[in-house]
T-cell receptor, first 111, second 113 residues
Framework: QQPVQSPQAVILREGEDAVINCSSS?????VHWYRQKHGEAPVFLMI?????EQKGHEKISASFNEKKQQSSLYLTASQLSYSGTYFC????????????FGKGTHLIIQP | DADVTQTPRNRITKTGKRIMLECSQT?????MYWYRQDPGLGLRLIYY???????NKGEISDGYSVSRQAQAKFSLSLESAIPNQTALYFC????????????FGPGTRLTVT
């Protein structure tokens, strides 16, 4: 099943903070976050693995609650370049590969 | 040069035609993927491949087939295109030993009329 992202869209002023949430009804091996700008390919931001390991972007943080099967992406002091659509992708493990993505959260940063 | 390339970048075809989308990578990654993106639906996995001899179906493989001709090449075919296969198609790669970060190609916009 596709993970559920919230909110669907958010508009911020430059310098404000944002939180994007991702939840799943199934057990997860890892959560991946990507950002896609209009007309471009998705770009990797962060991976959160079971057990607490994280790999990713220096200026973006995220959390992964394994028990609740939820992840949140924290964008602090947002910049104009943060605008785009954010996707969480879930990897189920167990030998399967590829990601199951949410429908995305549209983030607009205004000056 | 781009690490992951896709050809063609845009294609318009007619219902019933066979079409192939190609993906090449210079990253040396073993894993390759095909996704389709539809407005408001996010990206959905069509097929993935661990290596040349290992190909697996994803969420929405019906109507599609793939071929892994070499470690660096992964092609997606629509045997008989239909209008609801109109979408943006992305190829991606990852290095299985390094945490599964996926690198996406620029995408192929396919329109089936």
């Amino acid at each position: 099943q596709q993970p559920v992202q919230s909110p669907q869209a958010v508009i911020l002023r430059e310098g404000e903070d944002a939180v994007i949430n991702c939840s799943s009804s199934k057990a997860l091996y890892s959560v991946h976050w990507y950002r896609q700008k209009h007309g471009e390919a998705p770009v990797f931001l962060m991976i959160l693995l079971k057990g607490g390991e994280q790999k990713g972007h220096e200026k973006i943080s995220a959390s992964f609650n394994e028990k609740k099967q939820q992840s949140s992406l924290y964008l602090t002091a947002s910049q104009l370049s943060y605008s785009g659509t954010y996707f969480c992708g879930l990897r189920r493990g167990g030998g399967a590969d590829g990601l199951t993505f949410g429908k995305g959260t549209h983030l607009i940063i205004q000056p | 040069d781009a690490d992951v390339t896709q050809t063609p970048r845009n294609r318009i075809t007619k219902t019933g035609k066979r079409i192939m989308l190609e993906c090449s990578q210079t990253k040396g990654h073993d894993r390759m993927y095909w996704y389709r993106q539809d407005p408001g639906l996010g990206l959905r996995l069509i097929y993935y491949s661990f290596d040349v001899k290992d190909i697996n179906k994803g969420e929405i493989s019906d109507g599609y087939s793939v071929s892994r001709q070499a470690q660096a090449k992964f092609s997606l075919s629509l045997e008989s295109a239909i209008p609801n296969q109109t979408a943006l198609y992305f190829c991606a790669t990852s290095d299985g030993d390094r945490g599964y970060e996926q690198y996406f190609g620029p995408g192929t916009r396919l329109t089936v009329t």
